[in-house]
């Protein structure tokens, strides 16, 4: 199975920091990889998906990066709103597999 | 719009079974991938099993093989996951999705599943 870190797994920032989170693949997963936002109570919402595609009526601040092993999620001014945890997830072999997650917390 | 709709969720007993339902509308069901995925209380996210768009395929994560089925009626637009030899550690939101561009496009709102004597 391939294993997704996350890291870091808590993250404190100030509206308008830039915010990065790095996804890290146990082995090359090319681009097949996602990002999603899920706020307390709710489902997840995808984000980015193909590593960098962002998913139609995301705003864009957000953006992805990355291939083979290592990706990373960006959130380029940090907004109230965005407070939440960020998941990746691998699609390029079964069973799909999630990060651990980021919870994002804002000071 | 893209709805989902989950349902069949509640508190069941150990051994116990539990069919949860998805109503799909506004898109093209017949033509997605779909799939079930868990979050139990506090944790993360955990894929459960994909269904391919005809239905003749599927696959499932270890730990419910042999317990779980996923299937599907395209000509009622909906989902489903027969749940077996429900355990404690079953206990958890389910989540159905749509397959899209290698990701988990949309989701629906999640129905509770509790494991418990």
């Known amino acids: 199975d391939i294993q997704l870190t996350q890291s870091p797994s808590f993250l404190s920032a100030s509206v308008g920091d830039r915010v990065t989170i790095t996804c890290r693949a146990s082995?090359?997963?090319?681009?097949?990889l996602a990002w999603y936002q899920q706020k307390p109570g709710k489902a997840p919402k995808l984000l980015i998906y193909?590593?960098?595609t962002l998913q139609n009526g995301v705003p864009s601040r957000f953006s992805g990066s990355g291939s083979g092993t290592e990706f990373t999620l960006t959130i380029s001014s940090l907004q109230p709103e965005d407070c939440a945890t960020y998941y990746c997830?691998?699609?390029?072999?079964?069973?799909?597999?999630f990060g651990q997650g980021t919870r994002l917390e804002i000071k | 719009e893209v709805q989902l709709v989950e349902s069949g969720g509640g508190l069941v007993q150990p051994g116990g079974s539990l069919r949860l339902s998805c109503a799909a509308s506004?898109?093209?069901?017949?033509?997605?991938?779909m799939s079930w995925v868990r979050q139990a209380p506090g944790k993360g996210l955990e894929w459960v099993a994909n269904?391919?768009?005809?239905?003749?395929?599927?696959f499932y994560v270890d730990s419910v093989k042999g317990r779980f089925t996923i299937s599907r009626d395209n000509a009622k637009t909906s989902l489903y996951l027969q749940i077996n030899s429900l355990r404690a550690e079953d206990t958890a939101v389910y989540y159905c999705?749509?397959?899209?561009?290698?990701?988990?496009?949309?989701w629906g709102q999640g129905t509770l599943v509790t494991v418990s004597s």
């Open positions: 997830q691998q699609l390029n072999s079964y069973p799909v597999t």
């Open positions: 506004g898109f093209a069901f017949s033509n997605y991938w």
């Open positions: 999705a749509i397959i899209g561009g290698r990701s988990f496009q949309h």
């Open positions: 082995q090359g997963i090319s681009t097949y």
């Open positions: 269904i391919k768009d005809d239905g003749r395929e599927s």
């Open positions: 193909a590593a960098s």
